[in-house]
């Protein structure tokens, strides 16, 4: 399985837009891009995901790099409850495991 | 109703004792998964279940012995547990096993082996 490499923590001001990076070098042409968090004391929850263009919902935005070597989550206004522990992963159609790496954990100021 | 349930929320076990940890969905999704998470660590994959049929079994010990008695429940039967096998451990669902299927995590269960 392709692997992910993310910063091990990072902090924000409440109301800012966070950007959350995530790379994949070894990305192969069939590896879609997921996102989960997990809240203090919870089961880790879906975020967003896409494959080549960038995705909006929500929640969030993932901003997808030209040669899909990297990816970004965007939260465009960050609350206290943000703070978390953001996962990013791949997935393709070989398998159907969720592979979770170390993560980023987000810590929000007032 | 998006929730997936898990009972109990806190186990304290000897390493003689045999108990299990229940989890519970109602969304109609036919693929269930067992994940053990150990503090300040990521989920690990312990057991996967497609159509209430083990499909992975990421080789964990025989100690853990997974159930899907029906397509709503899953069931994870402890017996001789390490005090190294005290954890988090998660259940979630998913509509399928296709690797787009969002899974749904439950709270988990925070298991104390003495």
């Known amino acids: 399985d392709a692997k992910t490499t993310q910063p091990n923590s990072m902090e924000s001001n409440e109301e800012e837009p966070v950007h959350l990076p995530c790379n994949h070098s070894?990305?192969?042409?069939?590896?879609?891009i997921h996102w989960y968090r997990q809240l203090p004391s919870q089961g880790p929850e879906y975020v967003i995901h896409g494959l080549t263009s960038n995705v909006n919902n929500r929640m969030a935005s993932l901003a997808i790099a030209e040669d899909r070597k990297s990816s970004t989550l965007i939260l465009h206004r960050a609350t206290l409850r943000d703070a978390a522990v953001y996962y990013c992963i791949l997935k393709n159609t070989g398998g159907f495991k969720t592979i979770f790496g170390a993560g980023t954990r987000l810590f929000v100021k007032a | 109703d998006t929730e997936v349930t898990q009972t109990p929320k806190h186990l304290v076990m000897g390493m003689t004792n045999k108990k299990s940890l229940k989890c519970e969905q109602h969304m109609g999704h036919r693929a269930m998964y067992w994940y053990k998470q150990k503090a300040k660590k990521p989920p690990e994959l312990m057991f996967v279940?497609?159509?209430?049929?083990?499909?992975i079994n990421e080789s964990v010990p025989s100690r853990f012995s997974p159930e899907c008695p029906n397509s709503s429940l899953l069931n994870l039967h402890l017996h001789a547990l390490q005090p190294e096998d005290s954890a988090l451990y998660l259940c979630?669902?998913?509509?399928?096993?296709?690797?787009?299927?969002?899974?749904?995590f439950g709270p988990g269960t925070r298991l104390t082996v003495t």
């Open positions: 070894t990305i192969s042409g069939t590896d879609y």
């Open positions: 279940y497609s159509y209430e049929k083990l499909s």
């Open positions: 979630a669902s998913s509509r399928g096993t296709s690797f787009l299927d969002e899974q749904y």
